[in-house]
């Protein structure tokens, strides 16, 4: 994972629902970013220091808007931070990596970013996330979470009738079927779709970790492993599709 897309979420009612408005790359030198249609749509501003959507950005160093969803090597909290993610506390990691699983997410914009998902070394459809909308379950809830295990089986449940996301994926325990939050609805156009096309045997979803000295949002990271069916395209919408860039590239920072 070299890539990210970049997703925004209107504030307004009648613009409700997120879109990807961008892409962010990394080369191992260079660090690119560059608009994709779904920032033509009504709502959208560019971002600070990125304001034409035709243009491809450049930075040696990763661009303000990115960076301050990291955290800072110089909190104590690092190493942690890093080990809720699944990585190596000891080694800092690309951090494009590091903002694919978590996501880029502040409580204080409406501004995430996700990895588009690739066949695994085995030909199927593998991705991890981080469990969403616990904040929003009982205590009761939560407090189930905190005896989950390590490699425990969870289930997914299309939640059809949810009001406010018609596609919303619920994940819920294997045993009690307790709903214990949501999947990136980010990911949630992928489940549908492999819930209809796959094997329902073959869909496979469980417990990474449990990070129990976390905030909510990185408290449970999942994988997901599925069949990959011969035609299929995530994140292949308009949204999605670059915006021609019509002048030079622009190099920043």
Request: aromatic fraction near 10%; charge should be negative; hydrophobic fraction near 40%.
């Given at each position: 994972?070299?890539?990210?897309f970049?997703?925004?979420?209107?504030?307004?009612?009648?613009?409700?629902?997120?879109?990807?408005?961008?892409?962010?790359?990394?080369?191992?030198?260079?660090?690119?970013?560059?608009?994709?249609?779904?920032?033509?749509?009504?709502?959208?501003?560019?971002?600070?220091?990125?304001?034409?959507?035709?243009?491809?950005?450049?930075?040696?160093?990763?661009?303000?808007?990115?960076?301050?969803?990291?955290?800072?090597?110089?909190?104590?909290?690092?190493?942690?931070?890093?080990?809720?993610?699944?990585?190596?506390?000891?080694?800092?990691?690309?951090?494009?990596?590091?903002?694919?699983?978590?996501?880029?997410?502040?409580?204080?914009?409406?501004?995430?970013?996700?990895p588009?998902?690739?066949?695994?070394?085995d030909?199927?459809?593998?991705?991890?996330?981080?469990l969403?909308?616990?904040?929003?379950?009982?205590?009761?809830?939560?407090?189930?979470?905190?005896?989950?295990?390590?490699?425990?089986?969870?289930?997914?449940?299309?939640?059809?009738?949810?009001?406010?996301?018609?596609q919303?994926?619920?994940?819920?325990?294997?045993?009690?079927?307790?709903?214990?939050?949501?999947?990136?609805?980010?990911?949630?156009?992928?489940?549908?779709?492999?819930?209809?096309?796959?094997?329902?045997?073959?869909?496979?979803?469980?417990?990474?970790?449990?990070?129990?000295?976390?905030?909510?949002?990185?408290?449970?990271?999942?994988?997901?492993?599925?069949?990959?069916?011969?035609?299929?395209?995530p994140?292949?919408?308009?949204?999605?599709?670059?915006?021609?860039?019509?002048?030079?590239?622009?190099?920043?920072?």
């Open positions: 994972m070299n890539s990210l970049v997703a925004w979420r209107p504030p307004m009612p009648d613009l409700a629902g997120w879109r990807p408005v961008g892409r962010l790359e990394h080369d191992g030198g260079l660090f690119r970013f560059w608009y994709t249609r779904g920032a033509r749509k009504p709502g959208f501003r560019p971002f600070a220091q990125m304001e034409r959507l035709d243009q491809v950005y450049e930075s040696e160093e990763l661009f303000p808007l990115f960076a301050n969803r990291l955290l800072s090597k110089s909190r104590p909290e690092y190493e942690s931070y890093l080990r809720w993610s699944g990585f190596d506390g000891e080694q800092a990691p690309d951090p494009i990596l590091v903002l694919g699983v978590t996501e880029g997410i502040r409580q204080t914009d409406a501004v995430e970013v996700f588009c998902p690739a066949p695994a070394a030909g199927c459809y593998a991705t991890r996330f981080f969403h909308g616990i904040r929003w379950m009982a205590d009761a809830t939560v407090g189930r979470i905190t005896k989950l295990a390590e490699n425990e089986p969870l289930k997914l449940m299309l939640d059809l009738q949810n009001e406010h996301d018609a919303a994926v619920a994940v819920r325990t294997e045993a009690n079927r307790m709903q214990l939050g949501y999947v990136p609805r980010y990911f949630a156009h992928d489940v549908w779709q492999l819930v209809e096309r796959c094997d329902v045997d073959g869909i496979k979803l469980h417990v990474a970790r449990v990070n129990h000295d976390a905030p909510l949002q990185n408290r449970v990271l999942c994988q997901l492993h599925a069949c990959w069916p011969d035609d299929f395209q994140c292949s919408g308009e949204d999605f599709s670059p915006i021609p860039a019509g002048v030079a590239t622009r190099c920043i920072g």
